[in-house]
């Protein structure tokens, strides 16, 4: 596609060096590729079969976005981060996703299904160590796991648990790391070779051995103690920390993957006292050059970020003014020299020497870097490089 009104660039080669940077890192661990909400917003169905080859498996949120991977091509194992509805188990089951589980109602469903389908269900066990959302308490993992390792036509391919605060070392995160050991070593140690179930094979662990992960992209960072066999990755993949990475050893590991750009398609210049956009929240001081660019918040350049965002023009950072509109955004543009309509305007990303990376845009939006880029517009015309 062209760059029109309003595009995103996305980089795939930046995304397969940022995958193989982690997989330094975490190794002999292997990284679960996160595509889910259409891999953050950047097209799902494009980018999984360049990752394929390096990625130990993918995992989405919902089994529709399971079963696109599958209409692909993709081959590796999928895995349904969030808890499936009964009317989509048969969907997932045809096409050879493994299903997140947390409670017993659901699996005998999945069990009877399975033995109808004449298929066996491969499921991970979500444990709640403090994440609060979902997942079996930890007390009762043992007992749990044991009723499902025994109902037929079920396969506990792993166990997993989820971190709520892994942007920092904390004392809360430690400790969910170590009730996650102790809870899950006795149940994914390998049996002896007399009592193994088939029920039990792992394709990353072995004969006999359940894997297990807890590490999302901060954790990677932050936790190296989280790894065990498995660590699910999504922004990181994308370009972006989920913290701030001054200060980190890692600052400079992962290479940007988007830029979301527009254009000026019209331009004026205003008054001392004249206002700009809805509510009039913009008044200006002095004589002030506007340009009107093609972006607004149904692009998924949110309202939020009115009078505290700013875009690039010429290499020049220009500041919102007035309220972001649906479709268009207004900028002061009294400091750069020569900008015109038609002139490309940077959003996120780098133009000449300067950069807006999307941990900035998260933080003048006071929200997090995985909301800025899975709200990306669907009108937004999305650019593969390769």
Not at 207 to 224: K, L, M, Q
Not at 350 to 367: D, H, L, P, Y
Request: aromatic letters at 8%.
């Amino acid at each position: 596609m062209e760059k029109s009104r309003a595009w995103a660039e996305i980089d795939i080669a930046a995304i397969r060096a940022n995958l193989n940077a982690i997989r330094k890192i975490v190794a002999p661990a292997r990284v679960l590729a996160c595509v889910k909400a259409n891999a953050y917003g950047l097209g799902a169905s494009t980018i999984a079969p360049f990752v394929e080859k390096d990625a130990g498996m993918f995992g989405v949120a919902i089994v529709s976005e399971g079963v696109e991977l599958r209409r692909v091509g993709i081959k590796k194992r999928i895995l349904v981060l969030g808890l499936a509805p009964e009317e989509e188990f048969e969907d997932g089951l045809k096409n050879g996703l493994e299903f997140t589980v947390a409670d017993r109602k659901s699996v005998r469903k999945i069990s009877a299904l399975a033995l109808r389908l004449k298929k066996e269900a491969a499921v991970h066990l979500k444990v709640d160590t403090g994440m609060g959302r979902l997942g079996v308490n930890s007390k009762e993992l043992p007992q749990f796991y044991c009723w499902c390792r025994n109902l037929p036509g079920i396969r506990i391919s792993g166990i997993f648990t989820h971190f709520p605060v892994a942007e920092t070392r904390n004392d809360f995160t430690l400790k969910q790391i170590e009730t996650f050991r102790e809870v899950t070593t006795p149940l994914t140690l390998p049996l002896p070779a007399g009592e193994r179930d088939k029920r039990m094979v792992s394709h990353f662990g072995g004969e006999g051995r359940v894997v297990r992960h807890a590490a999302n992209s901060a954790a990677v960072f932050n936790y190296p103690e989280s790894y065990f066999d498995l660590v699910r990755v999504g922004l990181a993949l994308y370009g972006s920390f989920p913290f701030s990475p001054t200060g980190s050893p890692y600052k400079s590991l992962l290479k940007p993957v988007v830029t979301l750009g527009g254009r000026i398609v019209f331009r004026k210049e205003i008054d001392r006292g004249e206002t700009i956009s809805y509510g009039r929240i913009f008044q200006a001081k002095k004589k002030t050059r506007v340009a009107t660019v093609s972006v607004g918040y149904a692009d998924g350049y949110g309202r939020n970020l009115s009078r505290k965002a700013s875009v690039l023009i010429a290499g020049k950072r220009c500041p919102v003014i007035g309220n972001i509109c649906m479709d268009m955004t207004m900028v002061d543009i009294s400091e750069v020299g020569a900008a015109v309509v038609g002139d490309e305007v940077i959003l996120i990303g780098c133009q000449r020497k300067e950069e807006i990376r999307v941990e900035e845009v998260a933080g003048w939006a006071s929200t997090v870097p995985h909301e800025i880029l899975s709200r990306i517009g669907s009108r937004v015309n999305r650019i593969y490089k390769h």
